[in-house]
């Protein structure tokens, strides 16, 4: 057997913090460090595997042969292996082959701390340093404004894999082209940030990334660790945030990954209740467990710190937060009060915002929640979950099938439009057309509006329109900015032929403009997530199938007047009250001739009148285009 040097990078402290759950660098401790010591050169090799009763480093560099290169234990019973290993270095694969005490099961895993793995279907991890020299200070250095709540948040969604393909060599873009494709793109559309689906590493491509198994290593599909570096950097340098996909709900089974990790349950919860998701056939963590909570929780701040990142969507909340989430009577057990709420998971939760709130109070992070759990965007000081901002679910849900009606039925069902307005600021809420929407069967985005060729167009302005004016921020999938017509497959690239054609050039036309509309309006932003920023006009005119509203500043006399028309059929004279004496001009029309509208618009200044309306005592008359939203300013 070749010596491991005996050697740690753990102190008394950090061991303390681990078992008590309390430490948050583990990325700094675990896993492959090159380094050395007695001025020979090497690798530093931890690994949590406390029912093992051996641990051994196999890799490239001794011909995947067993027991030559063992760990020692460490003596505090933290049930950490470690030991540092002469002439490996960079670039050497590895994995850890575990003998349990658990009858004798022997494992292959990868590392869960490594900092990059093979390209898939290949399974190892690699040993690996980044020496990335970063060029975004400026953006680092103001970026809290950009991600503040009183800021503008329009983020475009994106599947790296599937965004845009090299059709003549049959794969997807690098980081390094990304950052020069996607980038300059998203530039020109002027969203603020992007979100990418899991760029973890993930072995099943069907999974879209959210069955993880190399958490701290971005994935080799697209290129080297310093690549995907590279484009966070040129994505700051054009002063566009980026948010991560992060999955903290549920890992696979994969032989290599983290189940039965050391022969025996260890990230996962041992009481299949609650250590297994039936709908998606994987492993959940087991949140009760300090050394689980720390991995995890030092896992969203790595890529905090390690990757500049600005955001973290957290996915699959609900199913986080409630034992009984998608199981039948009898197949889950209460809380200890009796309840269905998993308090370990809530426990975490919080601890996990806390923290990366505390270290990072520039950033945000996003829950993909989908029920009525209260205080979800609150902070954990005031008992709430601590997340940013939540997805509107409910607003998704019912304004898609409000838009998927005939416009001769839209007038039964006003209040399926207007309910979210109810709730709308009981949360920090993003309005999310994910790509959750674009499957399964669901269509495109375009594919549900009803009518023809050009009703499908002008209601889809018309949606966009409304959202964007809709308080909260915004997020788009990719492809759902130019009209795409089929569903999304991960397999192939976005349509991109199709902005070829008028119609697709002119949604792609209003996304650019609609983003532009929001930053430089600060009525549509600064009191987002406040009733103080909207009120109604008029909720209820079901017949015309007609709303308006208005949005406010923190500057009172700060106040934008929209108003959107559900029907095919143009509004003349169409009165409404307005908050102030003046004149109103339109700004923003999307039946606009280069979005591929009818033209139908207010090209000249419009006189406020002292004529009651709508419960004010000044009013006016406008021209609401057909399917289509206008979005007034009120001058002197």
Not at 310 to 318: K, M, N, S, T
Request: proline residues 5%; hydrophobic residues 35%; glycine residues 6%.
């Amino acid at each position: 057997m070749s010596d491991v040097i005996v050697h740690s990078l753990f102190s008394e402290f950090d061991i303390n913090l681990f078992k008590s759950g309390k430490h948050y660098r583990l990325y700094e401790k675990f896993g492959s460090h090159i380094t050395t010591v007695d001025g020979i050169k090497g690798t530093y090799f931890a690994v949590w595997a406390p029912s093992a009763k051996s641990v051994s480093v196999v890799g490239d560099f001794n011909f995947w042969t067993e027991g030559e290169y063992e760990l020692n234990v460490r003596w505090d019973e933290s049930g950490i292996w470690e030991g540092f290993i002469p002439e490996v270095g960079k670039g050497n694969l590895y994995k850890y082959k575990i003998h349990s005490h658990h009858n004798n099961i022997v494992t292959e895993k990868a590392d869960p701390y490594a900092r990059r793995s093979e390209h898939p279907p290949q399974t190892a991890s690699v040993v690996w340093d980044s020496t990335y020299q970063w060029n975004d200070k400026e953006w680092m250095t103001n970026r809290k404004k950009n991600n503040a709540l009183d800021a503008p948040y329009s983020v475009y969604e994106v599947h790296l894999g599937s965004w845009k393909k090299r059709v003549d060599e049959n794969r997807s873009l690098s980081y390094t082209e990304l950052s020069e494709e996607l980038v300059s793109y998203v530039k020109e559309m002027e969203f603020t940030h992007v979100e990418l689906m899991p760029i973890m590493d993930y072995p099943y491509d069907p999974s879209w990334g959210y069955q993880l198994t190399g958490y701290f290593a971005p994935t080799a599909r697209f290129g080297y660790p310093e690549e995907f570096q590279l484009l966070v950097d040129t994505l700051h340098q054009n002063d566009i945030g980026i948010i991560l996909d992060w999955v903290p709900s549920h890992f696979p089974e994969d032989a290599h990954g983290l189940g039965l990790f050391d022969g025996t349950s260890l990230y996962e919860h041992p009481d299949k209740r609650k250590g297994y998701h039936p709908d998606w056939k994987s492993l959940i963590f087991n949140y009760g467990r300090n050394e689980v909570k720390s991995f995890l929780i030092s896992n969203a701040i790595f890529w905090l710190d390690q990757y500049h990142i600005d955001g973290l969507r957290v996915d699959a909340v609900a199913s986080m937060l409630f034992l009984d989430y998608s199981r039948e009577e009898g197949e889950w057990e209460p809380n200890i009060y009796g309840g269905r709420e998993n308090l370990e998971a809530i426990t975490f939760l919080k601890e996990l915002n806390h923290e990366v709130y505390q270290s990072f109070p520039d950033v945000q992070t996003i829950a993909e929640e989908s029920t009525s759990f209260p205080m979800v965007s609150k902070p954990t000081y005031l008992g709430g979950l601590g997340f940013g901002m939540k997805w509107m679910m409910g607003w998704m849900h019912d304004t898609l099938e409000y838009f998927k009606k005939e416009s001769i039925y839209r007038k039964h069902h006003q209040n399926d439009l207007t309910f979210s307005m109810t709730y709308a600021f009981t949360e920090n809420f993003m309005l999310p057309l994910s790509h959750d929407e674009v499957v399964y069967g669901k269509s495109s985005i375009l594919g549900r509006m009803p009518g023809d060729e050009w009703q499908k167009f002008a209601n889809l302005r018309l949606l966009y329109s409304y959202m964007f004016t809709h308080p909260g921020g915004n997020l788009l999938f990719m492809g759902s900015e130019f009209g795409q017509h089929d569903e999304w497959d991960f397999q192939k690239s976005l349509d991109w032929h199709l902005l070829q054609y008028d119609y697709h050039k002119g949604i792609k036309n209003l996304i650019t403009d609609l983003n532009i509309l929001y930053k430089k309006n600060t009525a549509l932003y600064e009191q987002q997530f406040s009733a103080s920023g909207f009120e109604w006009i008029t909720h209820d005119d079901h017949e015309n199938s007609v709303v308006s509203y208005i949005r406010k500043g923190n500057n009172k006399e700060d106040v934008l007047i929209i108003v959107c028309n559900f029907t095919p059929i143009p509004r003349t004279d169409y009165q409404i009250g307005v908050p102030k004496e003046g004149k109103l001009v339109e700004i923003f029309n999307s039946d606009a001739q280069k979005y591929g509208g009818s033209n139908i618009t207010n090209p000249d200044a419009i006189a406020i009148e002292k004529v009651d309306w709508n419960y004010r005592q000044q009013s006016t008359k406008i021209t609401i285009p057909p399917l289509g939203t206008v979005v007034f300013k009120i001058t002197p």
